[in-house]
């Protein structure tokens, strides 16, 4: 199961499948751009980032791609896995604060066994 | 591995009372911030604190919030006088900022319920 395109709230796939999370930023200023996963009750947890020169960057089963084109940002998870089951963010950050980061809308993802 | 550690990880507190939020961040690190998340909702930035002086703060930080940064490891956030409305999972951050990036190192959180 993938989602493309659209951000959702929610997204349930099944183990093994990939995964696409979307996300929309609004500041085209932005400089830098991170994925953090966020489990019950813990603190966000960085995931991957990547810088506004570039458009694309793999980490392990990870990655990040960017369009500043339309201000779209996705994480791409690869045969994903039960303990991927999170809430996933999109954050941006201008280069004037390096450390402020505006968080998107959060998308809920469901790893079904 | 290093961690920033909070406490209480959950308080409870009457409407118009003062709390304070201790948070120990990593010890290398340089750049210290609060963030708060209402229940189901997105992140959001309240402050960012460095070289002993507030750089940056949101539209939320306003005159009944303070950070301090009492010795060289904790790093406090103080609400004066609780509203309802302050009732929200408070994070705090910290990165270490040689290479200037974004990452920021979360803590577990504290859950603050106004009552």
């Known amino acids: 199961g993938e989602s493309v395109g659209l951000h959702l709230p929610t997204l349930s796939v099944q183990e093994g499948d990939n995964s696409i999370i979307n996300c929309a930023y609004s500041?085209?200023?932005?400089?830098?751009f991170i994925w953090y996963k966020q489990e019950s009750g813990k603190g966000p947890q960085f995931i991957i980032d990547i810088r506004s020169n570039m458009d694309k960057r793999q980490g392990q089963r990870v990655t990040v791609l960017l369009n500043k084109t339309v201000k779209h940002l996705s994480l791409q998870i690869a045969a994903t896995q039960p303990g991927d089951s999170a809430v996933y963010f999109c954050?941006?950050?201008?280069?004037?604060?390096?450390?402020?980061?505006?968080f998107g809308d959060g998308t809920t993802l469901t790893v079904k066994p | 591995e290093p961690e920033v550690t909070q406490t209480p990880s959950h308080q409870v507190t009457q409407m118009g009372q003062e709390v304070i939020l201790r948070c120990v961040p990593i010890s290398n690190h340089l750049y210290f911030y609060w963030y708060r998340q209402i229940l189901g909702q997105k992140v959001e930035f309240l402050v960012s604190f460095y070289n002993n002086e507030i750089s940056e703060k949101s539209e939320i930080f306003d005159d009944q919030f303070s950070v301090e940064r009492p010795d060289g490891s904790n790093f406090t956030l103080k609400i004066r006088s609780t509203k309802l409305e302050d009732s929200a999972m408070y994070f705090c951050?910290?990165?270490?900022?040689?290479?200037?990036?974004?990452?920021?190192?979360f803590g577990e959180g504290s859950r603050l319920t106004v009552l």
């Open positions: 954050a941006e950050t201008p280069n004037t604060n390096a450390g402020k980061s505006t």
């Open positions: 951050a910290s990165r270490f900022d040689r290479m200037n990036t974004g990452e920021l190192f």
């Open positions: 500041n085209s200023a932005s400089d830098y």
